[in-house]
Nanobody
């Protein structure tokens, strides 16, 4: 079973930066799209950024120009560099990966979430 482990969340002041990391493991043959989503209290989970295996990216309008998604295919890892953070960015951030396993199945995988709090 594919597992995703996230790290890098924390408390940061407005205007600060954080870098989130997510590594996938467990019977992986290949990973197609990877991405980051977030869920603030009382709100639905929303897309933050995605990246294809070829490196094409897509961002939510609210983070364009401030966040950068990247991946390391050799490590089955995805990263989110977050700059110029705002209080509205406060949320639990989830890593997502659409993986094909060595058993031939396709899995839509989620990490456990990492808290990002932007506050002075």
């Amino acid at each position: 079973q594919v597992q995703l482990v996230e790290s890098g969340g924390g408390l940061v002041q407005p205007g600060g930066s954080l870098r989130l990391s997510c590594a996938a493991s467990g019977g992986i043959f290949s990973i197609n799209d990877m991405g980051w989503y977030r869920q603030a209290p009382g709100k639905q989970r929303e897309l933050v950024a995605t990246i294809t295996s070829g490196g094409s990216t897509d961002y939510a309008d609210s983070v364009k120009g401030r966040f950068t998604i990247s991946r390391d295919n050799a490590k089955n890892a995805v990263y989110l560099q977050m700059n110029s953070l705002k209080p509205d960015d406060t949320a639990v951030y989830y890593c997502n990966a659409k993986a094909r396993t060595i058993a031939g199945t396709h899995e839509d995988c989620w990490g456990q979430g990492t808290q990002v709090t932007v506050s002075s």
